[in-house]
């Protein structure tokens, strides 16, 4: 195995596409390690964007928003005070991935590019609109974030394409995301179902509204209908029936020891009427 | 054959060198190349915490770093602890709750309650937990290990 040390993307990248074997990229590693050790992923060339300097930084953006380099960790976000105070709701779902020693590591563009249908980093970033940097042979170009995942493990990234970083919008005025999961224990667990909502309101009413499932589809899954379900109401009981339902009519789960089809299915609207409420709270400048 | 890698780096404060294959974890290689047996591989895939040290000061599983990512960092392991002879509180206060049974999370544990008490000197029993939570423990019931961190923070802001 041969171990890069590149120090741009565009030399990241131009590694990847010249690569006769398998290439993987290297960041926080908590996903490359383990299929490494368990012999599911063999690479020929590893590719690690640490010594990336853009990869590492977390930045504000021109109009208020942020950029999260891909190799940023988990602990390096909750740390950012002003970010989480912008997007609490994406920074709670990266948060919720695994042990203190994971965060130190792990990296949210890892958990979109590892593809699980369950990764509690993404539906946060779909949810907030959020579109990741894509550098390959054929130049950049920006993608958004639910265009990435095609399928459990699998990406719509094409061979010697690589994810420089996340451009998260900017938070405005007068909006609220939440992240939610539900797991049989209080930590260290893979989704059964996850919902992240982000709002914007006009006073108490919904203006703006995208819903996120995760973990009931073959990839993290944006239900505009769940979104629309909540436009114009103030997240009246009907609203939320109404939100609940189309959260739970856009599930296609898969049946197994974590959850049955119709736990997920049910459980999938509650969890989105109850970050909703989260968001709405937020939105009007509640802490909850 | 890969061609193996010459990696500098410093261990609980002392440079030092190693070759290694780039496959290789930084848990085999500090067990392996550095002769530091104190982190420990229970999982090798991240769920318990056994092999934790820090890199730059930030707690990683060791067993989910390569060797050759050590390059130019600063590494720190149970064996960094004690000053000499004289235990750290920490450790200490483990043997005082009797916080360790067969001792094989215990290094892991260590290192990890270090960082977060370097980070935050007083945290609540539920923080300590949380902190915790990537540890694993088969013997204690962690009990006595949250009672020996917590009474430890105690000692350590009182001295400070
Ligand atoms: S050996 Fe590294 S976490 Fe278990
Ligand atoms: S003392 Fe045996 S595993 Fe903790």
Do not use: F, W
């Given at each position: 195995m041969n171990y890069h040390t590149p120090e741009t993307f565009e030399d990241a990248a131009a590694i990847a596409a010249r690569a006769a074997g398998t290439t993987r990229f290297l960041a926080g590693g908590t996903d490359v390690l383990v299929q490494l050790r368990s012999d599911l992923v063999t690479p020929d060339d590893l590719i690690d964007?640490?010594?990336?300097?853009a990869a590492k930084a977390i930045t504000r953006t021109g109009d208020g928003g942020w950029r999260i380099g891909a190799a940023v960790s988990g602990a390096e976000m909750t740390e950012n005070a002003a970010l989480c105070a912008d997007w609490p709701g994406l920074v709670e779902g990266m948060d919720l991935i695994g042990s203190t020693q994971v965060q130190g590591r792990a990296t949210l563009v890892g958990n979109l590019c590892?593809?699980?249908?369950?990764?509690?980093?993404v539906p946060g970033l779909i949810a907030a609109g959020c579109t990741v940097t894509v550098i390959g042979p054929k130049g950049s170009r920006e993608v958004a974030?639910?265009?990435?995942?095609?399928?459990p493990g699998k990406t719509s990234l094409a061979k010697g394409e690589v994810i420089t970083g996340v451009t998260i919008p900017a938070r405005g005025q007068h909006g609220g995301d939440a992240y939610l999961r539900f797991i049989?224990?209080?930590?260290m667990d893979i989704a059964v179902v996850g919902c992240a909502v982000n709002l914007r309101l006009d006073g108490d009413t919904v203006t703006e509204a995208r819903v996120v499932l995760g973990a009931v589809a073959p990839t993290v899954r944006l239900v505009p209908e769940a979104g629309e379900a909540i436009l114009?109401?103030?997240?009246?009981a009907a609203a939320l029936d109404r939100l609940a339902e189309a959260a739970s009519a856009a599930c296609q789960p898969i049946d197994d020891k974590r959850g049955t089809i119709e736990f997920r299915t049910h459980v999938a609207g509650v969890l989105a009427r109850r970050a909703a409420k989260i968001a709405h709270a937020r939105a009007k400048g509640g802490t909850a | 054959m890969t061609k193996r890698i010459h990696v500098s780096t410093e261990l609980n404060g002392d440079a030092v060198d190693f070759l290694c294959d780039?496959?290789?974890t930084l848990l085999d290689c500090l067990r392996d190349?550095?002769?530091?047996?104190g982190a420990k591989e229970g999982?090798?895939?991240?769920?318990?915490?056994?092999c934790s040290v820090t890199l730059d000061g930030r707690l990683v599983c060791s067993c989910l770093v390569?060797?050759?990512?050590?390059?130019g960092k600063q590494i720190g392991t149970?064996?960094?602890?004690?000053d000499g002879e004289s235990l750290h509180p920490l450790q200490r206060k483990f043997i005082e709750h009797a916080?360790?049974?067969?001792?094989?999370c215990t290094p892991g544990i260590l290192v990890a309650a270090k960082n977060l008490l370097e980070r935050n000197p007083d945290p609540s029993e539920t923080e300590v937990r949380y902190w915790l939570a990537g540890n694993l423990c088969?013997?204690?019931?962690?009990d006595k290990i949250v009672r020996a961190v917590m009474d430890a923070a105690t000692e350590m802001r009182e001295a400070s």
């Open positions: 964007i640490k010594h990336i300097p590892n593809g699980s249908p369950a990764a509690d980093g974030v639910e265009e990435i995942p095609a399928g049989p224990r209080t930590e114009g109401t103030t997240l009246e | 780039p496959r290789e190349h550095l002769g530091a047996m999982c090798g895939t991240g769920d318990c915490g056994a390569l060797g050759v990512e050590a390059e149970v064996e960094g602890m004690a916080a360790l049974q067969c001792g094989i088969r013997c204690t019931g962690y």
